[in-house]
């Protein structure tokens, strides 16, 4: 509030400015005219070689004229009656007065220098606002509203513009007024109710949009977290805890979904615990099922519950709601998918094309040299690694620059290279056997009964990978020594490498599952058969005892049951989840932690510097801990079809690695020694990440799609396939009309065609994409030879100015040698120092802008001095400069910027 | 480029929230650079703080008030990088370094992450040129340079780079950067943004 008033009399000061204004206007516009000849006939003079430059701006010239026809109506008549030879330096000198106009009222990204004042924008607020109010005429009212809506569009793009602060508020204030004042007016006409209602309304609009955006900053989480550790540690690391926010955000809404949708609605709407067979922990188990060993494994009564695909029913609606329970889980499942490509894809393309084309190497030290340093580095210690590393970084470029590839016996490094890349090879298939081979082992031991076996027998597979997923890398980096690539290469060459570990370990174990299931699927067939034979006994030995008994009720945990192999998978995977993250935080905590103390604490009673020597602490380790992030995701969709309680869990471990590792890093980590930075590679990763979905989501749809669900558990228990779920649905919820449309579309008639249309759309954008970068790297090859031919051209310019220079010297100097001869001859006592201090006067005032040259070369040749200088005028308006010789450089801009100068 | 906007206490701002809103007007700031409400009482905060008896709470009778280059370089986000003085004097309208809230509160919008890459980039040019000449020349370079490694480069070695430099970026071939070199060189770097 007190604010306003303090706005008001300035809008008053303002008015009563603008009745003056209005008044002396006429007079002004005389003197403007004048000025204006004035200008043309100075630049008259020396145009000729500005005229290109002048076609351009008649065109922009003539658009503003458009726009503003009205306010220099007058100023144009004048022009036009002038005759055409004049017309276009005349042309020329509005154009340099209007720029003036259009800077303030054009919103478009023009980019201007600082050097424009905030007067003209004075001047032209002053101008607008002699549009009156009270006389409007439907075409003024037309221009008015015209110019508020240029003004509010300047408000929204202020803040993109490179202005002083005191200036943007200045423009901000008045344009604020301008923009209050005439809308008000706008509105008050007989019609305009609506218009003044809409304004209201985008008014209300805005400050919601505004508090909205305020409640949206308010609830990031961790921001500060991060930005901590941005300023101590660089981009980078932070790019790894943004990576786990984003999919902390993403995990949640899957959790969203699979909770809301399938969990919650089994356990509140579906059958309770007990009810039915697949809902009850069977006799034999009932002992042990709450034991916290077995819970641990996930077995007893966290089998027998909602976590699992195994408890879900089949029945089609349940509950009040008649929710579709089977239904709704298919969906869900291909919910998740199909929203995680979603997004993925999305994030793909946006990162994209913030990135632009940045792979060509041409300007190498340009890069270096603009944007090495990372602007989020706080902390002195990564600040000095920085230094260090930008000085290497340059030092390797000059190197290379200045051998320009020596390369030093090729094929040793090529040898190398292919021994390192066979060794990890069979590293790699090292580890995929070894999954394998003890993937076989256990299923053995569960035949035998898992009582009987050690607890290292038990968890042998995920220990092993869990084990093979942390020191294999270490081998890998040993490995990747002998290759002797680039830093930044070598990086993606391991991350290339853990990612085919990891992908291979991770269908290593999918195979071995897939056995496992074949084998489930026998023993269930078994069991079926077995079953129908026990309910012919029970019926029979019903049936013999005559219906006189009492029908015989059977405990639904005394019920034999099947496998159930699905279950079998989300428990499998939720293990894996589980081992993985405890993995993850032990290494942690021993790796990073009490080494860390180790470190800190020995280093007094030690007998060399642990902290600077061998040991040290650790570094954050960007990429392994984004590759382990993006595996644990591609084990959630992989396993959160058959265990809907993957995400939660997910949900949780991502919470809790967040605190952990935020902690850990700044409590026991260094910067890094090779300070890299995060953009590069960011969509590197997130290609990584589809590639894992794909690959995770071709799995579960496969056994989806092929292997026929299990007959008495799963909410699609009794149905040939899963996905048989969708034709019911069709049959018998919608009406009969639909089905058969659905069954027309999916008629191969149909379908066929349409993925023929999709292949040609995806071939004509792909063609038209590479046209495009084609078009793309002809206007670079342009671009590079008309700089090339400049410099020729520049260096050819200089020469010849050279050489003109000396002839100019040599006559200059012959000329001397007469005027000596002939003033020896005329008078003997004149001497030279006076002739020498005309001269200098003399070229004083020749050439008023030029600083004048360096003392001492006038001395060596004093007559000389004179003949250069038109000269180098001259050339400084040809646009192609050359230093002189006797001329500064600093000298060089200023003359340059005399022309720019006048046309603003 | 994003200077990490602000990383530390809030605890200067909660006193007379209301008031003080009013005064410092975040909602007219807020048209101006890319924060909102919140982070630019934030950065008031971080202002305060920087000089306590200089800065008044109070915006209705002295809202003249400017710290001095000293102060504001070593904040922080600022005091390691090697381009602090060129940052704070290319925004303060003096050019010596003098900042007053609106300023300041501008330099952070500009380094923060929101602003877009044209804007950044035409400050940038700003920053790195030191003789304000409107040109990167020789001399900016070397000055780029030697800020950069911290003078650890040989002078035959600076002499390369910058010669490469300007080799590499000049489009128009007159042995230095105008904006219209930089602004294409630097729209084409991968890690320009950050």
Known sequence: MQVRPEKRERGKRRRAKNDQEAKGRERDEEEQTKIKSAKTTKTRKKEKSRKTEEEEGEGESEERNTKRKKKHGSAKKEEKEEDGGKRTVKEKAQDVKKKKHKKVVETSSEQETSEESSEDNEEEDNEEKEVRPESLSPEELEKLKEAVDERKKLIQGLRGKPWPMKKKLVTLRESQEFVEKYEGALGKGKGRKLYAYKVMMTKKWMKFQRDFENFKTACIPWEMKIKEIESHFGSSVASYFIFLRWMYGINMILFGLTFGLVMVPEALMGRPYGSIPRKTVPRAEEASAMDFAVLWDWGGYAQYSVLFYGYYNSQRAIGWLKFRMPLSYFLVGVGTVAYSYMVVIRTMARNANESGVGDDNSFNFSWKMFTSWDYLIGNPETADNKFASITTSFKEAILEEQESRKDDNIHLTRFLRVLANFLVLCCLAGSGYLIYFVVRRSQKFALDGLENHTWWERNEVNMVMSLLGMFCPMLFDVISTLENYHPRVALQWQLGRIFALFLGNLYTFIIALMDEINLKREEEKIIKFNITMWEASLYNSTVSENSTAPPVTIHPADVPRGPCWETMVGQEFVRLIISDTMTTYITLLIGDFLRAVLVRFLNYCWCWDLEAGFPSYSEFDVSGNVLGLIFNQGMIWMGAFYAPCLPALNVLRLHVSMYLQCWAVMCCNVPQERVFKASGSNNFYMAMLLVILFLSTLPAIYTIVTIPPSFDCGPFSGKKRMFDVIHETLESDFPAWFSKVFSYASNPGLVLPFILLMVLAIYYLQSTSKSYKEANVELKKKLQTQNEENKKKNKRAALKAQMDLEEARKAASQAAEQQNNNASLQEEETDGEENHGSNQRLHHSKNGRNPPPAAGEQECHPPATRAPVPRTYHHGNHGAPGYLPGFSRQSEPRMYRVPSLQRH | ?194
């Open chain 2, 1 to 194: 480029m994003v200077v990490a906007t602000c990383i530390l206490a809030m605890s200067v701002v909660r006193q007379r929230l209301h008031d003080f809103m009013r005064m410092i007007q975040p909602d007219e700031k807020w048209d101006c650079t890319f924060f909102t409400r919140k982070e630019i009482l934030r950065l008031h905060g971080r202002y305060h703080e920087l000089a306590p008896h200089l800065v008044p709470m109070d915006y209705t009778n002295d809202p003249d008030c400017k710290l001095p280059l000293a102060l504001i370089v070593n904040m922080p986000e600022l005091k390691e990088n090697p381009f602090r003085n060129r940052i704070v004097e290319s925004f303060s309208e003096d050019g010596m370094g003098n900042l007053s809230f609106n300023e300041f509160v501008d330099m952070f919008s500009v380094l923060s992450e929101m602003a877009p890459r044209e804007l950044k980039a035409i400050y940038a040019f700003k920053i790195y040129d030191f003789n304000v000449d409107n040109y990167l020349c020789k001399e900016d370079l070397e000055k780029t340079l030697n800020k950069l490694t911290k003078e650890e480069l040989t002078p035959e070695e600076v002499e390369l780079v910058c010669e490469k430099t300007i080799e590499e970026a000049d489009l128009d071939g007159d042995n230095k950067l105008s904006y219209a070199d930089f602004e294409n060189m630097i729209s084409r770097a991968p890690d320009f943004l950050r």
